[in-house]
């Protein structure tokens, strides 16, 4: 019997259950929570088709100064925090050496590249076109110099992955953008990105789908999964939900529930904020402003500013360093108003010490399958690598190589 539990619905969970139910398999899935309500609601609703490569971590010295000494607002870090991740981290710089780096960009690209067709044909079926923007995003330089080294590698890109962008002067970037008061030296324009107006609804206008074909959605908590005699089992709000095989997609989340089955995944804990303002005239698409480390995004609640990594200890509240210069720089830039929330969203984006997603089945548990890990790309990479874990759970012929995603790596 193909029936199959997906624990998590944020977009990860989603985009394999959809792709599970496409080929034949009964499948529920499993939320403590309303789908979309997580990482998947709080993130800067760029699916980035230009992010091949993956967000290795800086090893030249300046940056990693500017960093140890709160000089960037591009990383946070509270120093009482550092023993829970300093594991992950050091594997996470071994990693990022460039040749490293480069294989693992040779994989990422493989996957992003898939990203934008395998979300048009969700956004379709699931009726949610309205929420899509795909002119891209804005990435503004505030230096002559910062300009030039991001066209430099916007070209090297281009040659090596065939990525699409445009340089915008000052002048351009104005006229495509008045609500901004100030251009900079201008900006490159990430032409294969395509933008949502609101993450969460997009998640859960793709669990719509799921449920109109016939899936099941269940409220339950994934900390009471076992084994059984057949296969897995949770428990629900309406009781025991049973089915032969299992699949843990719950984000940031995940290792915490495999290290009751003995795994020990290094996962890289990036927190990040959000908070929307009620802005008059707004952006036409996000835009990231490069030296001060943010994403401005235009959403259905108001001008959203989502915030680069920050490294706290696992229960710690908020800290939003990082929020309020992105505010206080976002300020120059555009007429921002009132902020439309007391208190900034928080989530954490689950990356992985290769920077590679986690897709495949558990070593030393037939019948449980593992999809997580997608770091600062999951909104994004969802739905590939879904259809990936869909293909091998079937035993038909992966779209991608699966072998740099599987569980057994770590
Ligand atoms: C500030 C920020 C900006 C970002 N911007 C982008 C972007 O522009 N583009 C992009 O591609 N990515 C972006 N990301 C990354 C992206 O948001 C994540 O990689 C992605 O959302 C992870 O999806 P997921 O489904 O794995 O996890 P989640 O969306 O967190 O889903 C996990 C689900 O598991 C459920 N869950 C957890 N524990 C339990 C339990 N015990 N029982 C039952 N259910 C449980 C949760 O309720 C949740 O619904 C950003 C992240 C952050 C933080």
């Known amino acids: 019997m193909r029936d199959v539990l997906v624990l998590g619905a944020g977009m990860a969970g989603v985009g394999a259950a959809l792709h599970l139910q496409s080929r034949g398999w009964t499948v529920a899935l499993v939320d403590r929570s309303a789908p979309g309500s997580e990482t998947s609601y709080g993130n800067a609703g760029i699916i980035q088709g230009e992010a091949v490569e993956p967000y290795a971590m800086p090893r030249d010295l300046a940056t990693l100064f500017a960093i140890a000494l709160g000089r960037s607002n ?74 030039d080294a991001a066209a430099a590698a916007a070209e090297r890109l281009r040659a090596r992955y065939g990525v699409r962008s445009q340089p915008l002067s000052a002048a351009t970037l104005s006229a495509l953008e008045p609500a901004l008061k100030v251009t900079g030296e201008g900006a490159i324009h990430q032409l294969d990105a395509w933008s949502i107006r609101d993450p969460g609804r997009l998640v859960a206008a793709y669990a719509g789908l799921f449920r109109r074909r016939g899936g099941s ?23 025991p939900v049973e089915a032969s095989a299992a699949v843990v997609a719950l984000g940031p989340w995940s290792p915490e529930l ?37 994403v401005m995004a235009p959403m259905v609640q108001g001008t959203r500013i989502t915030t680069g990594a920050e490294f706290a200890a696992p229960e710690a509240g908020g800290m939003p360093v990082q929020l309020l210069r992105a505010e206080a720089a976002a300020r120059e830039l555009v007429d921002l108003g009132a902020p439309r929330e ?5 989530g954490t984006r689950p990356c992985m010490p290769d920077m590679l997603p986690v897709v495949g089945e558990a070593p030393r548990h037939r019948g449980l399958w593992l999809h997580f890990g997608h770091g600062h790309q999951g909104f994004t990479l969802g739905p590939t690598t879904g259809r990936l874990l869909a293909e091998m759970m079937s035993g038909t012929p992966p779209f991608v190589a699966p072998l740099p995603l599987r569980p057994g790596r770590y």
């Open 74 to 147: 591009d990383v946070h870090y509270d120093v009482r925090a550092l023993p829970h991740h300093v594991g992950p981290l050091l594997r996470y710089w071994w990693h990022s050496s460039p040749r490293r780096h480069r294989r693992a960009s040779e994989v990422y690209a493989g996957l992003i590249a898939h990203a934008t067709a395998e979300h048009d044909a969700l956004i379709g079926e699931a009726g949610a076109a309205n929420l899509v923007d795909r002119g891209g995003f804005r990435i503004l330089y505030r230096t002559a110099r910062a300009m």
């Open 342 to 346: 007391n208190t900034p969203w928080i």
């Open 258 to 294: 495999l290290r009751r089955f003995g795994y020990a995944f290094p996962m890289v804990r990036k927190r990040g904020y959000h908070r929307h303002w009620r802005s008059g005239r707004g952006l036409n698409l996000p835009l990231m402003d490069a030296a001060n480390g943010y």
């Open 217 to 239: 959605l269940v409220r339950g908590e994934a900390e009471t999964l076992t084994r059984t005699a057949t296969g897995w089992a949770v428990r629900s709000a309406d009781g």
